[in-house]
């Protein structure tokens, strides 16, 4: 798939960095023990991160870079506050943020490190849910840039 084409279809108000290091994206699937989406890791290969910028404030992370999403997840594995309080994080993988609230957006992953599918959920922290939020990674991006999602 042709992300950047896909995306500026979408809103011509995104900026992309350069593409992944693969280096730096093997050695994060390695740390975190998983194998990228391939929707996921298709798009890291043409920007390691997206921004919205119509913002007026600050563009906003659509997409975390690929070192972002490593620290992210190791961060949110082992911090020992969120294990007492939340479910398991071991079953999910998150590649962007909402911007509010520490709302995150995630595929499920499998205990092998595998995405269960390509459904997206969305974690909310206040209470702890994690309900689907797109059916894939397109679904999401397409909707979260038109601002159809309602989180």
């Known amino acids: 798939m042709e992300w950047h084409e ?9 900026r992309f960095l350069p593409p992944v ?8 699937e390695a740390r975190l023990n ?9 798009l890291l290969q043409e920007s390691n991160g997206l921004y919205e910028t119509s913002v007026e404030v600050w563009p906003l992370k ?12 190791l961060a949110i594995r082992s911090d020992p506050t ?11 993988l998150f590649f962007a943020g909402a911007g509010v609230d520490g709302i995150m957006f995630a595929y499920p992953i499998t205990a092998t490190g ?4 390509q459904r997206i959920i969305v974690w909310y922290p206040i209470e702890d849910s994690r309900p689907v939020l797109a ?3 397109k679904d999401y991006l397409k909707r979260w840039l038109t601002s159809e999602l309602k989180i």
């Open 6 to 14: 896909f995306l500026t279809g979408i809103t011509p108000n995104l």
């Open 21 to 28: 290091d693969m280096e730096a994206l093997e050695r994060a």
């Open 34 to 42: 998983i194998t990228l989406p391939i929707d996921l890791r298709s």
């Open 62 to 73: 659509v997409i975390w870079s690929i070192e972002e999403i490593e620290s992210e997840n």
């Open 82 to 92: 969120r294990a007492n309080i939340y479910m398991s994080f071991e079953s999910l």
């Open 114 to 117: 595998h995405v269960v599918d």
């Open 135 to 137: 059916f894939s990674l």
